[in-house]
């Protein structure tokens, strides 16, 4: 009897991927999809501020202001653009043709190393909040680079009560692509276990094809493992894909173990393929399943899981909603494998969480799941 079911599932599992291998647009989803989507925003898509056309209004030029000005001309944060005064920069800035002024006033030099009010004026274009704020702590730290220097030159204490040294750790270069593209893995994943899974089996509902499989002698569960070990599969290989470009292409590093980011992604996969059978389940047609999969699975992965946007910067509803989104905790574990190594104080909750919601996902898929055609 065990070796009729064995069989019997083998060849259930062997019917879909023949399935699979024949259907174009579930191997795209799953390989070339993700493969874009990391080209797109590894190389298209930046929370960094490089070469900002900032408009620079020297009132009194002198030496001063012309080593400053050379400071902001090397950056390779700014672009200067020379203006005549600050009526002009302000009108530039109006019509978004520089982000920000550098307002160098006709005291500079008097007021340079003396107390009392700055020889600078900053004015930033807020439109863009996040681009203003690091504009902003760029200006600052060249300002604070040039004074301690002139101070060295001169010979003269640094006019400041406090001196600042920074230290960026497990990502010194402070570039976004190397969070960006760990934290793209997750939604990455989340197309291949949730939309695809929802979407296949819909259409299967449509088809009638999953109808016929009902009505043969095989159990519900020999069904749903023959549904969801395929997507499984083509999920773990997209990860695969995915690791080999960050590592290779992009050059983010992966500092932990590669065993413990695939224990952790079979995890995720697992409330992934929950989440996708318990909608094809509830949704049997393609368009609805799509749009349920869209904004239940692939939207809050997006935007709520910190992949892009900080959850402590959220309001408190909405931090609160992120625990029950299983990219969340994914996402956690990807960035601190790939840029700190194995942090066992963030792994191991995280990974108890996946285990958490996959056993609630499959849970519910099986509840909801008949071998009924009604």
């Known amino acids: 009897m065990t070796l009729r079911v064995s069989r019997r599932l083998r060849g259930l599992v062997r019917k879909e991927f023949v399935q699979i291998r024949r259907d174009p647009s579930s191997l795209a989803i799953a390989f ?9 925003f590894g190389y298209g898509v930046s929370l960094d501020a490089h070469h900002v056309r900032v408009g620079l209004v020297v009132a009194q030029p002198t030496a001063e202001t012309s080593s400053f000005t050379s400071r902001l001309q090397h950056s390779a944060y700014f672009t200067p ?25 006709e ?3 008097r007021k340079l190393l003396g107390p009392g009010e700055a020889p600078i004026g900053v004015m930033l274009d807020g ?12 200006v600052q730290q060249t300002w604070q680079t040039w004074l301690a220097a002139t101070a060295a030159e001169r010979g003269q204490p640094m006019p400041s009560t406090l001196a600042v040294t920074a230290r960026v750790w497990f990502n010194p270069a402070v570039e976004s692509r190397d969070y960006l593209v760990p934290g793209l893995i997750a939604v990455i994943m989340t197309l291949t276990g949730a939309l ?10 449509e088809r009638g094809t999953l109808e016929a499989l009902m ?52 995890l995720f996969m697992g409330a992934a393929l929950g989440m996708g059978l318990l909608i094809s389940s509830v949704a049997r047609n393609q368009f609805v399943a799509g749009q ?31 625990y029950l989104v299983a990219a969340r905790y994914f996402v956690a574990i990807l960035q601190s494998a790939f840029l700190a190594g194995d942090v066992w104080s963030v792994i191991l909750p995280n ?24």
């Not at 439109?127 to 760029?138: K, Q």
């Not at 519900?220 to 290989?237: D, H, N, Q, T, W």
């Not at 904004?295 to 910190?306: D, E, K, M, N």
Request: hydrophobic share 60%; charged share 15%.
């Open 215 to 266: 009505v043969t002698p095989v159990s519900l569960r020999e069904i749903i493992i023959s549904k969801l070990a395929p997507y499984f599969v083509l999920g773990m290989g997209g990860m695969a894909v995915s690791v080999a470009m960050a590592e290779w292409l992009f050059g983010v590093p992966l500092r932990g173990s590669f065993a413990v980011l695939v224990l952790a992604a079979g």
């Open 127 to 138: 439109v863009d909040a996040n681009t203003a704020r690091i504009v902003e702590g760029y």
């Open 81 to 105: 653009v020379p203006l005549p005064d600050i009526h002009a920069a302000e009108q530039a800035m109006s019509r978004r043709e520089i982000s920000a002024i550098v307002w160098l006033r």
């Open 292 to 322: 349920i999969a869209i904004i239940v699975t692939f939207l809050p992965a997006f935007i709520l899981s910190g992949f892009i946007f900080d959850i402590g910067s959220m309001p408190e509803p909405i931090r609160l909603f992120t």
């Open 351 to 374: 990974a108890a969480a996946l285990v958490v919601m996959a056993a609630i996902f499959l849970g519910l898929a099986r509840l909801v799941t008949r071998k009924r055609l009604d």
């Open 107 to 109: 005291d500079f030099t």
């Open 196 to 205: 695809l899974t929802a979407l296949v089996i819909a259409r299967e509902w």
């Open 32 to 40: 070339l999809l993700p493969a874009l989507l990391l080209l797109l």
